[in-house]
Each structure stands twice: as C-alpha cells, then as structure tokens.
C-alpha cells in the first residue's frame, strides 16, 4: 500500500459577485408582485401573504454577505429570478466542465508537474449537468489526460468522499496521481423566491491533486479519511430524469433545492462533531491540537459550534476558517476553498482537518499533516 497525499489545489471563482442588498431588492420586488396581484385572496384568507426578506435577516441567519455566481442578469430580474446560462453546443466545452478545468489548471500549475502525470479525474459535485457523458471525461479531454475518469454525487460530501476515493486509488497502485474536481454552480437549482433558502448557495469549482507520498516534493498527508451516510429526507432535490413521466409535477417547489433548516442543524451537528473527535482519537490525534478547521461552508452557527465541540472552547477566526461570508454556500467546494486559501502558515508537522456535512445525511473527515 502507498501512502497518498495532496500535492496541489487550485480555484476557479466566477466574475460577478451578488450581494446581499441586490438580492434582497429583487426578492422584496417579487414580493410586492405577488401580494399586489393575490391582494383579495390574501384578505380572504386564501392565500398566504409572503414575507420581505432583509440582508440583515440573511447574515444573521446565515453569515453570508454576498455569493459569486455564473450569471447574474437573471439573478436581479424579479420576472426570472434565475440564472440566465445558454444551452451549447454538443461539440463545445459545457459550463460546468469549463469551470472544473479552469480550477484543474490552477492547481496542476501549483503542482508543477505536466497533467500526463495524472491518470484518473473524478468530477465529484452536488449536481451534474447531464447524466452523460460523464463530466469527468470530458474534464478528462480538455487536459489532454489518459487514463479513466467518472462522476460521482454525493451532494454537499462530494470533495471528501473525492479525495477519500482519489487516495484509495493512489493506495492501491491504480493510480499515480488523481486530478478531482468539484464544479459547483449552485444558482441553477436554488429557489430564488423562496425566502428561507433564496440567499444560501454561489457559484464556484475546485481541484485537489492527490499523488502517491513517493512522488510528492511537499504538499500534505492524507493521515486519514473517513465517510458516513445516514438517511435523512431534511435536504432534498427530486429533479431528475424521471420527472419527464410525470410532467404535471415538474413545476413544484421540489424540483429545486429544499430543506428543513432547523431539523438539519440539530440532527447535524452533533453527528459531524461526534464523527471528527472518534476519528481523531482512532488516528491518535487530539482533536484540541488541530491547528485548524476547514469545514463544509453550510452556515456560521453550524461551524462554530462544531468547531467549539471539536476543539473544546471557542475557536479563533484562524482556527476555524470561515469564507461563506464572501462566497456563501458553494456545496462540495466550499471546505475545498477555505482549505486552498488558509494553508500557507503551516509548518511540517502541523496537523488540521478538512471536514464535509450535507445532503443525505452525509459526512466526511479529511486529516492532513503538512509535510
């Protein structure tokens, strides 16, 4: 068996940020809309009457300040309220493998070595474009990278069980080195006119490159990693392909992005912090000695409690990165991005943990030590 480590990450952050107040606007003038045009059903009691939202409202709820997203023209329209991104060709790059390959650039020129080097890509993200061809594969072609390449979903866990699955493959000597991506563009499955989740998810894509311990010149060993699947209908999406044999429910709210906010905080939280501190202690790691956190970007109340339980006091902003108030939730990437932007400080030896929490319910710890 070959120990494995991350060798490299890099980012692709798209163009137009969306802040609070620009989202709020737009919601609120929905809003307006929609009670003006039900004014009578609303009075007789058979409507109910939405509720303006506030960016004061949504930082407290959430710790976000503002999202990067792909397109923003739909996103300020209150008649669309949805991104507006063209449908391309069959023979050009789609939008989501583009992103993935502008953060696998990044990160292979961190790496310093030729993407030739690299003999599997796995697209690991919380929603794919089209079930195929695999996105991977075409990540996979645009690099110019032999080898075999696949998707894998496991939504807000997917970079964790990435990496997980990369450092098994390098393990086991089926793989030199494995390019993983988490193309997330989040925007196209959020309901924008709903006023608890309307202002959660960004867009963005990630890379991490995991080598074999032997070919590494620096980077990070992978101590340890660990995954946890638990039922939970709390954060949901029914759209699919079988929505198309049953076209009367296409429209419904859950074909978006849905969930039970203060269920999934409280059946959370302890999981997660549970699952961090018995797998530091099976790896004879004292969860109180991590230099740093980089969580799942899913809300600041979730991770400072989880960082408070894991750490036994209340973490400092370096120890428990937080960088959903500038990207807000991006999914499967945003443990990724505050990993690749709060690492430079580590000295050789020095251990933190990349930890995922989302949709499924599903976990993953990641333990590193700088090399």
């Keep these: 068996m070959t120990d494995a480590v991350i060798a490299a990450t890099g980012l692709y952050t798209p163009p137009h940020s969306l802040s609070n107040a620009e989202l709020v606007e737009t919601f609120n003038a929905y809003v307006e809309r929609f009670n003006a045009a039900n004014a009578e059903a609303i009075a007789a009691g058979e409507v109910v009457a939405l509720q303006p939202s506030s960016p004061e409202f949504i930082e407290k709820a959430s710790g976000i300040k503002a999202r990067f997203v792909i397109d923003k023209t739909g996103l300020v329209d209150?008649?669309?309220m949805a991104p507006n991104i063209p449908e391309r060709s069959n023979d050009e790059l789609s939008v989501l493998a583009e992103i993935a390959v502008e953060a696998a650039r990044e990160a292979i020129a961190a790496w310093g070595k030729d993407a030739s080097r690299i003999d599997a890509v796995i697209c690991a993200a919380s929603n794919m474009q089209r079930a195929y061809p695999a996105m991977a594969i075409e990540v996979q072609q645009a690099l110019g990278?032999?080898?075999f390449a696949f998707d894998m979903n496991v939504a807000c866990s997917s970079a964790t069980f990435g990496i997980k699955t990369a450092a098994d493959f390098v393990a086991s000597g089926s793989a030199r080195a494995v390019l993983m991506v988490n193309p997330e563009i989040c925007s196209?499955?959020?309901?924008f006119r709903d006023r608890d989740s309307h202002f959660i998810f960004g867009d963005v894509a990630t890379a991490v490159i995991v080598e074999r311990a032997e070919d590494a010149a620096g980077g990070w060993d992978i101590l340890g990693t660990r995954l946890k699947t638990r039922f939970s209908n709390n954060i949901r999406n029914n759209f699919g392909f079988l929505n198309r044999a049953a076209p009367e429910g296409i429209g419904a709210t859950?074909?978006?992005?849905?969930?039970e906010g203060r269920k999934v905080f409280r059946e959370v939280v302890p999981m997660v912090s549970e699952m961090i501190v018995e797998h530091a202690s099976d790896l004879g790691l004292d969860p109180h000695g991590l230099k740093r956190l980089w969580l799942h970007q899913a809300?600041?109340?979730?991770?400072?409690?989880?960082?408070?339980r894991v750490l036994g006091r209340e973490p400092t902003a370096a120890e428990n990165v937080i960088i959903l108030d500038e990207y807000a939730n991006t999914s499967s990437a945003g443990s990724i991005i505050a990993f690749h932007k709060a690492n430079d400080d580590f000295a050789a030896g020095e251990t933190g943990l990349i930890c995922s929490f989302g949709a499924g319910y599903s976990a993953g710890t990641v333990f590193v030590r700088k090399r």
């Design 78 to 80: 209150p008649e669309r």
């Design 145 to 147: 990278i032999d080898g």
């Design 188 to 191: 196209g499955h959020l309901n």
């Design 299 to 308: 809300n600041i109340n979730m991770n400072e409690l989880i960082g408070k």
């Design 254 to 259: 859950d074909k978006l992005f849905v969930q």
